[in-house]
């Protein structure tokens, strides 16, 4: 009992001293100047590109299936693509390359066996 009632006072000690209002840390004005900031002596030499350089870069993402071989095409595809995959999320999208949906599509065919019988989209 008397450690029951020393504990409940030191939680209340605790819990008391958790009211008082936290410093809010001083923010510096809108206007203020900040310095510039500046590599420090031992970081290694930066090259200057040219943003018009960088803007015309490619991204190294391949493009769509949608833009390679159009929109009816692409679907054609991705139609295909869904009827023989047994996979819970196939690549079965026309935002993604032809390629992926078409190796997607042969491995599915690939998983029948010699006797058996492929759907009609596997010969397509």
């Not at 004005?29 to 090259?47: G, S």
């Not at 935002?95 to 009609?120: L, V």
């Amino acid at each position: 009992m008397r450690r029951t009632v020393v504990a409940l006072m030191a939680v209340a000690a605790l819990v008391a001293g958790c009211g008082e209002p936290a410093e809010t840390p001083a923010t510096e004005p809108a206007d203020a100047v900040l310095p510039t900031p500046e590599m420090p002596a031992d970081a290694p030499p930066q090259e200057e590109v040219d943003p018009a350089v960088l803007a015309a870069a490619p991204t190294g993402e391949p493009g769509s299936c949608l833009n390679e071989i159009g929109a009816a095409a692409s679907a054609r595809l991705v139609q295909r693509c869904i009827a023989v995959s047994p996979a819970t999320h196939p690549p079965c999208n026309a935002a993604n390359p032809c390629a992926m949906i078409q190796g997607e599509i042969d491995r599915a065919c690939e998983m029948y066996a010699p006797g058996e019988a492929k759907p009609a989209e596997c010969g397509a």
